[in-house]
């Protein structure tokens, strides 16, 4: 019986590694493309128009979160068989969203008065239709993701970013300004969805069961509100920069965040995307959780920490080289928000763990608390800069990751100590990244942006892996093991 259950349990964990590889596959080249696009485009329009849009989407967000009522996640939690809840799941899923977009069509006004803008009104009311597209294929999306069948997600990722950034950018030369933009968000949602039709065989039936429709609200009900909390802080920045300030100021604003958001915080979405349907599998067993979890918490430092550091030491020179003089004023800003993605991504997948175990009710009390201290800080710093409120996000951050990784070791009985061991190889090779990179970086004036944005990455990769071959030889070897077992399998 127990070689049995290992075995169960490596075969998550060879399923795990795979749909983490391949989700991440995934993300490089969508978001390399969004990135590619976002440089074109930063080049074409103005920091206005990206400001406009970027009211336009965290209005969306907001009733985004509400889009699904918490049903894929559910269908993903729960074991067993899955074809009659995923009929039910769609129906209301495309039922939801319905409603949403007419929502969002006659609730326009209201972002206008809080934004003190506009313009924004038309945007939204043409951003709504994302609702509906998006329903068509969310369950396609849960199921692939429930038998981490991540290799499938991958062209319909892709096909979002590569519509999205030939459209935007198509319709910018065009001359459509800010409407560029907003028809680009709904073409990648478009072809997003029909190659999740494509990519997945099942199609659903128009049923409903009252019974089924429960159970999975039960849970949903859950993840709505982890959701909304979610996105309220995710984008309270934005509402509050856009509500005292300007467009251009949240044009700068938007675009400091976009590269840390893009290249720290995507990797802890990638690995939840994956994490949360495999601790799932072995939600009964605490042991696995807490070695799941542990590890989890290693490789993702292991990443952020030297990600950070490089970022804000070339965020100068990124800015300035794909971006262009005219948004110099992010500068400062993108590095206060390196400091805070990386924060933030140290404590970030304990939340798949609390769904895996099925309470997600403590996502919310600490995203209430959260709430609480950050909404109070951002009013304030915005009446002084956007610098400001970056610098206010990356202290809050910090101190509720420390919060977090305390809650997390109690809850799921991790001695503090074993999160401390796991965090300890990217916080030493992080300490010595920051010195010698550093010292390279004063020492290079003479190579120019270009120079610098070519050689510093190439020096820090160099020293942080001998750096990690020295401290902790286990951990590299054990990565070039799952690599060459990935490969193997593919």
Known sequence: MADGTTEKFRKIASSTVSGTLWNYASFALSKGLTFISTIILARILAPEDFGLVAMGLVFIGYLEMLNELGVGHALIYHQGDVEEKSNVAFVMSVSVNVFLAVVAVFAAPLASFLFHEPQVIPIIRALSISFILSSLGSIHAARLKKELQFRKVFLPEFGRAAAK????????????????????????????NILYWIVVPWRPRLHFDPKVARSLLGYGSQIILVGIVGMIHKNVDYLIIGNRMDPEQLGFYTMAFRIPDLVILSVCYVVSTTLFPAFSKIQDNLVELRKGYLSSLKYISLLTVPLAIGLYLLSSEIITLFYSEKWSASIPVMQML??????????????????????????????????????????????????????????????????????????????PTEILHALLPALTGGAGLVIVVGMAYRSMSMFGDLGRLIVIPVIGIMFYAAMLWLIDRGTVLSVIDLLKTERGTS
């Open 165 to 192: 950034g030939l459209v935007s950018i198509t319709m910018a030369l065009m001359g459509f300004g800010v409407w560029s933009l907003v028809l680009g968000q709904v073409a990648g949602v478009l072809i997003s």
């Open 338 to 415: 390196c400091l805070y993605t990386l924060f933030y991504s140290l404590s970030f997948n304990a939340g798949d763990i609390y769904k895996a175990i099925g309470k997600p009710g403590i996502l919310n009390l600490i995203g209430f608390f959260k709430l609480a201290v950050t909404i109070p800080v951002i009013w304030y710093t915005a009446g002084i800069s956007i610098f400001a409120v970056a610098v206010g996000q990356a202290i809050v951050i910090a101190i509720f990751a420390l919060i977090e990784l305390g809650l997390v070791s109690s809850i799921v009985s991790i001695r």
